[in-house]
């Protein structure tokens, strides 16, 4: 069987939940949307992030977030409601 799954990122998107104290953004693979995200932790321990400074350190690293949510989406990476969530370990 072949896997025709795609992520990509046509339209940034982006926003911080204190919920989940992530930064969430938005995937597509055809016609579904993904909603992904990487943790404050991850951003603050790999891209210098400070409490006020989530969104500017996500905008500034965009490419290397998204290339990661799209391999951990296409390795069936999921979190258990189907989203993608990067962790201070995946990076």
């Keep these: 069987m072949l896997d025709h799954r795609v992520l ?5 998107r982006e926003g911080y939940t204190g919920k989940r104290e992530a930064v969430i953004f938005w995937g597509r693979d055809r016609e579904k949307e993904v909603r992904c995200g990487i943790t404050w932790e991850a ?3 790999h891209f210098g992030a400070d409490a006020n400074d989530s969104l500017k350190a996500f905008v500034a690293n965009r490419a290397i977030i998204e290339h990661e949510a799209r391999r951990k989406y296409l390795a069936d990476q999921l979190e258990p409601d189907g989203s993608v969530l990067i962790h ?4």
């Design 88 to 91: 201070n370990d995946d990076i």
């Design 8 to 12: 990509v990122f046509p339209e940034p």
């Design 43 to 45: 951003l603050h321990d």
